[in-house]
């Protein structure tokens, strides 16, 4: 059974830090891309990042560019986000997510935020106050 688990969500000030993780069971995470989202109030959900391990690839949205960054370690088969220079707009809901097969979203292109991916988190709450 394909399980994704996220964690390390909470309250930080503005120009903080905050590092995600994404703790996957039921499958290799070297063979799929995982891909962050966020939610936040009375917005639509937008694509963060991505990453793929056996393409060596990751992709960011533009507006978490230079201050967000995707990685993973599939000794855990986990995959983080590390978020720094946190603004309030970053307060959202973040979930990650995996499609069912490895002939699922380039994640070096765009079109990845637009994929239908079936496996989700139960998503992690990240605060930021100014």
């Known amino acids: 059974e394909v399980q994704l688990v996220e964690s390390g969500g909470g309250l930080v000030q503005a120009g903080g830090s905050l590092n995600l993780s994404c703790a996957a069971s039921?499958?290799?995470?070297?063979?799929?891309?995982i891909a962050w989202f966020r939610r936040a109030p009375g917005k639509e959900r937008e694509g963060v990042s991505c990453i793929s391990r056996s393409f060596g690839t990751t992709n960011y949205a533009n507006s978490v560019k230079g201050r967000f960054t995707i990685f993973s370690d599939n000794t855990k088969n986990t995959v983080y986000l590390q978020m720094n220079s946190l603004k309030p707009e970053d307060t959202a809901v973040y979930y990650c997510a995996a499609p069912s097969s490895r002939l699922g979203p380039i994640c070096g292109a765009s079109g990845w935020e637009g994929y239908i991916y079936p496996n989700w988190g139960q998503g992690t709450q990240v605060t930021v106050s100014s």
């Open positions: 039921g499958f290799t995470i070297d063979d799929y891309v």
